[in-house]
């Protein structure tokens, strides 16, 4: 008996779960439609004012700015989504800057833009051109409390939350970060 298959082009859904997975821990972002979604974990973020490309970069451009191999990328879209929901949508000029920051990101990345570049040293070297203007000391500074304020982040790094309703930390193990 002989068995015949059928022969697709493209990527069915389940091959390209399958090649994530097979990847490892490997980022996968998709764009569809007015979202951006983690193929490879199960969240996904709407996008309502920036294109879904525009936040997918942001997302990447946090990472490589405050990167964490153990953090997932869903914190770091978290930590993007007020430029989405709170700049953009609110004021027209601060998307367009936006829009026209990461498009600027995006043609000194070269072809395939910031995503495209595959490696991390790559792409800190675009981020090293533009470190001194206004749109990458907005990032970088809205990161740290965007990222670093998400309580469920905290176990990551070990930290307690603020210890003032619990007697202070000269008590509760001043000397017991053990990540430092």
Known sequence: MTTVYEQRTGLTRREMLKRSGAAGATAMLVISGSAVIAANRAWGLEVTALKPETMATLIQMARDIYPHDHVPDKFYA?????????????????????????????????????????????????????EGTDFFKMVRGGL?????????????????????????????????????
């Open 144 to 180: 740290v409390t965007g990222l670093y304020n998400q309580k469920e982040l905290w176990p990551l790094f070990g930290y307690e939350g603020e210890s003032f309703s619990k007697g202070g930390y000269i008590d509760r193990g001043f000397n017991d970060i053990e990540w430092l």
């Open 78 to 130: 978290i930590a993007m989504k007020g430029y989405d929901s709170e700049m953009a949508a609110k004021d027209a000029a601060k998307k367009d800057m936006i829009e026209a920051a990461i498009a600027d990101l995006d043609a000194r990345a070269g072809a395939g833009g910031y995503l495209g570049l595959g490696w991390e040293e790559d792409r800190i070297a675009v981020l090293k051109q533009i």
